[in-house]
């Protein structure tokens, strides 16, 4: 049995990979309204193709998520047309050979980009009623796996993404009083543009399809942490806890990206 449509759900990064595959996701479950956002036209397009297929009502926009005004202005649209009430800021990048305009890139895309998806959505929810207690305004904020610890093939990926985890997991407990869910993602290796670059060894590789169906199942039980694959989530989160001397070691011996 379908399940009623329920969500206005809104994505960054949705021309590939994770952010592809929750509009999909979404589109063919709960979302009566799907607002999604990239930077590649042609890709974009054909997502939000694929989605009105599958029964959702689907607006989508070419955006920078580094643009704060532009980012602003659009989630204040999108919230006129229907009320938002699941906001997933995913667009994310990988630095290239750690050069300086790599690692700015990257910084504004995957800590700024994210500030300003969720920051406009929460002033949004804050002034909107809420309508139902099983359907509470909800931000995802998509981390890594990565962010458990500062990986040397990764340097700016990896710090970026712990500054997400750790200002979702303190945002989670703050606004909890105010009736919004927060939950973090942090996923392994997922296939997209960026591990497709890869030439490193990726352990629990993962179709992006299955990371999105783990991911909306964690967001539909409030869920503090959605991490995945679990070997890959424990090996991480244990390394962090270890004496640096000891990570460092075990760091050190990971292949470099090329």
């Known amino acids: 049995m379908k399940t009623s449509r329920i969500h206005n759900v809104l994505i960054t990064g949705a021309s590939s990979g994770i952010g592809e595959a929750l509009a999909l996701q979404y589109a063919k479950s709960t979302a009566q309204n799907l607002f999604i956002c990239g930077r590649n036209e042609k890709r974009l397009k054909d997502v939000a193709r694929r989605c009105k297929t599958l029964g959702a009502k689907v607006h989508p926009a070419i955006l920078d998520v580094t643009n704060r005004a532009e980012m602003e202005n659009w989630i204040k649209d999108c919230h006129q047309i229907s009320p938002l009430n699941l906001v997933i800021a995913n667009a994310g990048t990988s630095s290239v ?67 997400v985890k750790a200002y979702g997991e303190a945002l989670r ?33 993962m179709e992006a399809s299955a990371a999105a169906k783990i991911i909306a199942e964690g967001i539909s039980v409030n869920k503090a942490i959605i991490s995945f694959p679990f070997p890959l989530r424990f090996s991480s989160w244990l390394i962090s806890i270890l004496p640096n001397c000891i990570s460092d070691w075990i760091y050190a011996k990971l292949p470099k990206k090329a």
């Open 173 to 205: 407990v703050k606004l909890k009083p105010e009736g919004i869910n927060v939950n973090v993602v942090c996923p392994g290796f997922v296939r997209s543009r960026i591990t497709d670059q890869n030439t490193c060894p990726m352990p629990f590789f």
């Open 97 to 163: 050979g750690e050069t300086p305009d790599s690692i700015y890139n990257t910084f504004n895309t995957n800590l700024y980009g994210v500030l300003n998806t969720i920051l406009p959505a929460i002033e949004l929810y804050r002034q909107t009623p809420l309508t139902s207690a099983s359907n509470k305004p909800t931000i995802v904020l998509i981390s890594s796996i990565a962010g458990y610890h500062g990986l040397s093939t990764c340097p700016s990926y990896s710090a970026s993404k712990a500054a």
